[in-house]
């Protein structure tokens, strides 16, 4: 599978943070990114990795798929 790049910004992170994951099709990505305007609504994102490493995604970061 091919791994996507996702930048992260937002409140309580101080630089860029970069992940790469696959599974997720980036246009779902953007649809998440999409809802977070919705306030109160909006969708947290878990990814889980295969060995059980967890990263938590509030809908109050801001996500960039692969430099767009």
């Known amino acids: 599978a ?3 790049e996702i930048s992260l910004t937002g409140p309580g992170i101080k630089e860029v943070q ?3 994951v696959s ?3 980036p246009a779902e990505l953007e649809q ?3 809802f977070k305007h919705e306030y109160p ?3 947290d994102i878990y ?3 295969r ?3 967890i990263i938590g995604i509030p809908r109050s970061v ?3 798929i692969g430099g767009r």
Do not use: C, E, H, R
């Open 32 to 34: 998440w990114g999409q």
């Open 2 to 4: 091919v791994a996507n």
């Open 47 to 49: 990814l889980v990795t």
């Open 51 to 53: 060995s059980g490493v």
């Open 23 to 25: 599974g997720p099709d």
């Open 62 to 64: 801001n996500i960039k």
């Open 18 to 20: 970069t992940v790469y």
């Open 41 to 43: 609504k909006g969708i």
